[in-house]
Structures are given as C-alpha cells and as structure tokens.
C-alpha cells in the first residue's frame, strides 16, 4: 500500500495529456476541490447584525468579509442573493441595494424598496449620493485581497427589514444564501445564529454589542467556476536552451476544425468578459465564451519563471504574467508561488511581494502590481499580447535551493486565485552536466589532462 500527497496527485494530473488531465482533475476536485493547502482558512463570511427592532421588523448591518489570502473580487463586483422564510419586506437601503423591486401592489402610500421574495443585492458605486451611503460600502462590489488590502477586503450595508409585526423578536434568518464574486463558484451555507458581536466605545473602554448575530461561510471551488484550468506555467534557464513549455491542452484543446489561428474560444475565466462592459445586474455566466489568442495550451494567462543569472550570493529570476485574452484586462492581478529559494529575503524590483505563511517547509510568496504603474493586465490585440513582468533577486542556500534536479523551478503558481497547470518536475531545465550525455566521466578528463602535458614536454625537448 502506497499513499499520495496532493503535490503527487497534482503532478500525476499534468503527466498526461488534457483528457486524462481533466479526468483526475474532475474526480479530485469534485470533492476537496474547496479546501486550499495554501489558504486552508480563506472563505467569504457573511454576517447579519440586527442592532435595532422597529415596529414591524429590525434593521440590520449585513457584512461580507474576504477572508481570502490572495483571492479578491474584481469588476463587475460581488452579487448576494437569499430567501425570505415569512413575508418579509425590505423598506429601505442603504450601502447596496435590491436590482428588482418586485410586486408591492399591496402597499399603498409608503412602497417598500422591494417586494421579492428572493431578491439580489448589488453594492453602490463610489459616486453614489451620501444620503444613500453606509459606512464600508460603495467600492463597486470590488473586494481586496486579505493579504494585500486587510482595509479594502471587507464591504458593509445597512438594511431595513419589516412586514413582520410579531413583536421585536420576531424574524427568521434568510435561507438559500448565494454569492457570485463576480462569477460563480461559491458556495454558502446556512446563517446561523452565533454570538453577537461586539464593538468598542470610549477608547476601548466600553463593550457595545448588537441584539442579535447570524453568519454564514462561502466557499470557492474552481470546479463549479469553469471546470477547466485557467492558466499555466512555462519554465527556461541561462544555462539550458531548452524551454518547458506550458503542457499541452493544459487549458483544453483547440478543435480540429478551427481554421483561425488568431482567435479561439474557450469558457469564460472566471466569468464572461461581457460582464465587464455589460449591465451589473446578474448574467448568465455558465456557458459563456471568451475569445483568446490560439495556443497549444489554450490558457487565458500563462506565467513564466526564467532563471536569469547565477552571481556569486544570489540567482536572479525573471517572473513574465502573459494575458491572451482579447476582450478582458485584469485590474488588481496577483500571483502566488511556492519556492524554496523565496524563504532567503528575496529581492522584488518592479512588483509589489510580501511572504506568507502556510505552514510548508517551501516559502510561499505573494506579487501585485504597483498602483499606477503595472496594477492592471491588458489584454491581447492585434499589435502583441498583453504582459507585465519583474525581476526577483533570491539569496543562495546550497541546502535549499540549487539547480539540481529542477529546485530552481516553483512548486505551486497560482494567478488570481486560482491554481496554475505546470508540467513534471522530468521535463524542467536541467543542468547541461546533469546527465552522462554532456558531463565527461573523471578518469577521461584525467587522461586527457595528462596527454596534454605529455605532448607539451614533447615539444620542449625537442
């Protein structure tokens, strides 16, 4: 009996061509495909804090937190969802608001915001007027990553819920709570009631709490999102000329049939790229098609790790992100690697990095771009593709890091969120004296070595 890490299985998955790929990648992930090594405590938390009761209802501040490492919400921004179980009502908004009022013909002066028995929430744009304004609300539904913008990484709103009229403790939690961010994905479970929380007066010095708590878990798979990969990972090195290619299909595979080779399509990543553009009020996104530039590996973001110099105390790393989509930019990108070499204070000159913290023996280390500068990843077009890049400066630990057989390559890449196709650690760079084919056995070098010098004292005795 043998067991296998879910490195093996991970590398098992990428041996072999797209269909066999995605057959383990489809039984894997099916069932732990939500739980993250890398971020084992990252979810969505959703917290409803009733802190006041009114004549037929309360009113609550509903907060969704990103409690993702290196997963952010991106434009056209998050998308809440839930059931009511009685008749309840949403009198009013503020921070966010309902995209359908619903049937509210039974109410004659004052009408409520919404009548919809299920309705959807969105967030407020920035410039929206302050009376309509909560605190923490109106970034457009854009939610930064926890390790990245702890400040940005948390939305709030404020909501008045009634047509209860069964006294100030009446009220029921919402069943069926769904979540887009922005695309599917996530999965909720139910809200339950916790211990309400509690906030700070008076410097500290005084303990306020609201009347009542619920809160519930989102989870992410990137199976229910797409179902294929959404990236991959090619490799190269100054000392070998060969480049490792991203594996092929790693994305799926182009059709026999397809005769344009500049343009192909492929499922949305992570959403339809119309979503972008289009209206904020919830599309279709299963389905949908994203055109791309025509590759043997067919992913709408490929990451390159080059090997660019050996100094004396250093390596020097190039880090390339490719964006061959051709209607899509990524704001706010991020990618996570895992490295040996990133634990020995590495140097990032055109990124912005910090280290995390997961619990591996392999540093995992996280880029972003800098605000202004290269915070945004463009898309392909017909003068070239799309791509930002940055040199890392990695401190040599002969125990941790060497060339040898393919440490000078990631464990892990992550784009987005989302984790990166990369080929068997067999097919990296390796050294030109690696093998028996380009490194001379000792003893030939010794006698040739000694053939030199005789036919040099040769010479000189003649």
């Keep these: 009996m043998f067991s296998l890490d879910p490195m093996d299985v991970y590398e098992l998955a990428n041996h072999d061509r797209f269909v066999v790929r995605r057959s383990l990648y489809l039984t894997k992930d099916e069932f732990d495909d939500c739980y993250d090594p890398l971020d084992p405590n990252g979810n969505f938390t959703i917290i409803f804090d009733t802190y006041d009761w009114t004549d037929d209802g309360y009113l609550a501040k509903v907060t969704i937190q990103n409690l993702f490492q290196y997963r952010h919400v991106d434009k056209p921004g998050w998308q809440m969802g839930w059931i009511w179980q009685q008749n ?28 919809k028995k299920d309705p959807e929430i969105l967030d407020l744009m920035p410039d929206a007027s302050s009376d309509n304004k909560s605190e923490d609300c109106c970034r457009s539904g854009v939610l930064d990553a ?21 006294g100030p403790f009446s009220g029921l939690p919402p069943l069926n709570l769904t979540l887009n961010a922005p695309g599917p994905g996530y999965t909720c479970g139910p809200l339950k009631s916790v211990d309400p929380t509690v906030s700070l007066d008076f410097g500290g010095r005084r303990h306020r709490q609201v009347f009542r708590t619920w809160k519930a878990i989102c989870t992410y798979s990137s199976f229910l999102a797409s179902g294929t990969p959404v990236c991959c990972v090619s490799l190269s090195s100054f000392y070998n000329p060969e480049i490792t290619s991203c594996p092929k299909c790693s994305c799926g595979c182009r059709e026999v049939t397809d005769k344009n080779f500049g343009t192909c399509l492929r499922p949305a990543y992570p959403f339809p790229a119309m979503s972008l553009t289009g209206d904020n009020s919830g599309a279709n ?97 017909e003068d070239g593709v799309g791509s930002v890049s940055t040199e890392i400066l990695l401190e040599k630990d002969s125990e941790s890091f060497t060339f040898k057989n393919g440490w000078a390559f990631p464990r892990r890449v992550y784009f987005n969120g989302e984790n990166c196709e ?22 030939w070098l010794f006698l040739l070595l000694i053939f030199f010098i005789s036919q040099t004292l040769l010479l000189h005795a003649l």
């Design 88 to 115: 309840e009502v949403i009198w009013s908004m503020n921070g966010a608001f309902a995209t359908e009022q619903g049937n509210c013909s039974n109410y004659k002066t004052d009408i409520p915001h919404s009548c």
């Design 146 to 166: 926890l390790a990245i913008n702890p400040s940005k990484s948390f939305s709030s709103f404020g909501i008045k819920v009634g047509n209860l009229g069964g």
């Design 422 to 443: 990369m080929s068997l650690p067999d097919t990296f760079p390796m050294l030109p004296n690696g093998t028996s084919k380009t490194q001379p056995p000792t003893h």
């Design 285 to 381: 996104f299963m389905g949908a098609l994203d055109p791309v530039k025509c590759t043997d590996h067919m992913c709408p973001i490929r990451v390159h790790w080059h090997v660019k110099t050996s100094y004396v105390d250093h390596w020097r790393i190039k880090l390339t992100i490719t964006n061959y989509n051709y209607q899509r930019n990524f704001s706010n990108w991020n990618v996570l690697v895992q490295h040996p070499g990133l634990s020995m204070n590495p140097i990032t000159y055109s990124f912005n990095s910090t280290l995390l913290q997961p619990g591996f023996r392999d540093a995992v280390a996280l880029f972003w771009g800098i605000a202004f500068v290269n915070e945004e990843l463009i898309a392909t077009d």
